[in-house]
């Protein structure tokens, strides 16, 4: 049963006994019309349910009986994105779109976070508000003007719709694959072909919901990426190299998630598997102290965006550098002095 609690109790939900062995996460989302698992979980890990009066873990096992209450709501207010004064790099502005060169660290848009307040702040989204006098209406409140996205550890170039109909006409070049997307890559190791395309799907991986997955299943989504070697490098760090990456697709965490089952993760990306920092290894030999080097990000750049403009059809095409962080990354593993010893 499910009732209306009073000014700090937002519901008040008793166990009955046949709910004994379940999980108290599993339990309430099923009690709690149109109430997600996930916001569960987060209601719970922020403190706004007990079980007679104490907080419990979303895999406390019921015993039935408990009176659970909820003091926070369950069902909050959607988010949506206020402007902040947060400095944009915009490379291109015209009366339809906008391109910025998004900056590592920055999330798109809001997402899960440890609050409501925490999670619709500091976005691109809110200084795109901020900056611009109007954006399209199509992805929401939460998601204006946005097209298509890069990984919060990811810079580079990124596409805004400032009116609906060239978001919608952008929308469907990037579902035709007629935008061309090329990233530069620093991976781990020494890849060995000049050039090559990668065409495993992509999937959420089902043991570690964060990650994605380029193992088969019956889950997976097409992607293509490919590939071609920069340059080499054999530094006293170990060996990399330095790729461009053009993706026909953009599924999550694509070129992540590829570069990885090549056994060759990007740099800095600790998810799929790569170091959290860089070690000497040649300092054994001189008997020196090991410098080590750590990027504090993946070194992974949204380079250059090709696209036909949504309303002119005239060709843009544009670039962005390697932000100063990674070009002094590579210096430094090419032999320069190894920071943060």
Same mark, same amino acid.
């Given at each position: 049963?499910?009732?209306?609690?009073?000014?700090?109790?937002?519901?008040?939900?008793?166990?009955?006994? &046949?709910?004994?062995?379940?999980?108290?996460?599993?339990?309430?989302?099923?009690?709690? &019309?149109?109430?997600?698992?996930?916001?569960?979980?987060?209601?719970?890990?922020?403190?706004?349910?007990?079980?007679?009066?104490?907080?419990?873990?979303? @895999?406390?096992?019921?015993?039935?009986?408990?009176? +659970?209450?909820?003091?926070?709501?369950?069902?909050?207010?959607?988010?949506?994105?206020?402007?902040?004064?947060?400095?944009?790099?915009?490379?291109?502005?015209?009366?339809?779109?906008?391109?910025?060169?998004?900056?590592?660290?920055?999330?798109?848009?809001?997402? *899960?976070?440890? @609050?409501?307040?925490?999670?619709?702040?500091?976005?691109?989204?809110?200084?795109?508000?901020?900056?611009?006098?109007?954006?399209?209406?199509?992805?929401?409140?939460?998601?204006?003007? +946005?097209?298509?996205?890069?990984?919060?550890?990811?810079?580079?170039?990124?596409?805004?719709?400032?009116?609906?109909?060239?978001?919608?006409?952008?929308?469907?070049?990037?579902?035709?694959?007629?935008?061309?997307?090329?990233?530069?890559?620093?991976?781990?190791?020494?890849?060995?072909?000049? !050039?090559?395309?990668?065409?495993?799907?992509? *999937?959420?991986?089902?043991?570690?919901?964060?990650?994605?997955?380029?193992?088969?299943?019956?889950?997976?989504? *097409?992607?293509? @990426?490919?590939?071609?070697?920069?340059?080499?490098?054999?530094?006293?760090?170990?060996?990399?190299?330095?790729?461009?990456?053009?993706?026909?697709?953009?599924?999550?965490?694509?070129?992540?998630?590829?570069?990885?089952?090549?056994?060759?993760?990007?740099?800095?990306?600790?998810?799929?598997?790569?170091?959290?920092?860089?070690?000497?290894?040649?300092?054994? !030999?001189?008997?020196?102290?090991?410098?080590?080097?750590?990027?504090?990000?993946?070194?992974?750049?949204?380079?250059?965006?090709?696209?036909?403009?949504?309303?002119?059809?005239?060709?843009? &095409?544009?670039?962005?550098?390697?932000?100063?962080?990674?070009?002094?990354?590579? *210096?430094?593993?090419?032999?320069?002095?190894?920071?943060?010893?």
């Amino acid at each position: 049963m499910v009732e209306a609690g009073d000014s700090t109790v937002h519901r008040t939900v008793d166990v009955p006994a &046949e709910a004994a062995g379940q999980r108290l996460d599993q339990f309430l989302a099923g009690q709690l &019309e149109g109430v997600s698992r996930s916001r569960v979980q987060l209601l719970l890990e922020q403190g706004g349910v007990t079980v007679d009066g104490r907080c419990e873990k979303a @895999s406390w096992k019921l015993r039935g009986g408990e009176r +659970i209450m909820l003091s926070a709501d369950p069902h909050p207010l959607p988010l949506k994105a206020v402007p902040e004064p947060i400095p944009l790099d915009v490379v291109y502005e015209d009366a339809d779109i906008a391109v910025v060169n998004k900056p590592a660290g920055m999330m798109v848009h809001a997402g *899960s976070g440890r @609050s409501d307040e925490a999670r619709s702040r500091g976005t691109l989204v809110n200084a795109l508000l901020y900056r611009f006098s109007r954006l399209s209406s199509t992805g929401g409140e939460l998601r204006p003007g +946005i097209v298509h996205r890069l990984d919060k550890d990811t810079s580079g170039l990124i596409v805004v719709a400032k009116n609906d109909r060239a978001h919608a006409a952008l929308a469907a070049m990037f579902a035709g694959r007629r935008v061309k997307k090329t990233y530069i890559a620093l991976v781990h190791g020494a890849v060995e072909r000049q !050039r090559g395309t990668i065409t495993a799907g992509v *999937s959420r991986d089902r043991t570690r919901r964060t990650r994605m997955t380029a193992r088969p299943n019956e889950n997976a989504r *097409s992607a293509v @990426s490919h590939f071609e070697v920069v340059r080499q490098l054999a530094s006293r760090f170990g060996k990399f190299t330095l790729l461009r990456v053009r993706i026909e697709t953009g599924r999550t965490h694509q070129i992540r998630v590829h570069m990885a089952s090549l056994g060759h993760p990007v740099v800095g990306d600790t998810l799929y598997g790569a170091a959290g920092q860089l070690t000497d290894q040649q300092a054994a !030999r001189r008997k020196a102290q090991p410098e080590r080097l750590k990027l504090g990000r993946n070194f992974l750049h949204a380079a250059r965006l090709e696209f036909a403009h949504p309303v002119t059809g005239k060709p843009v &095409e544009l670039e962005a550098p390697l932000p100063e962080e990674l070009q002094v990354f590579l *210096s430094q593993l090419e032999g320069g002095t190894a920071a943060g010893n």
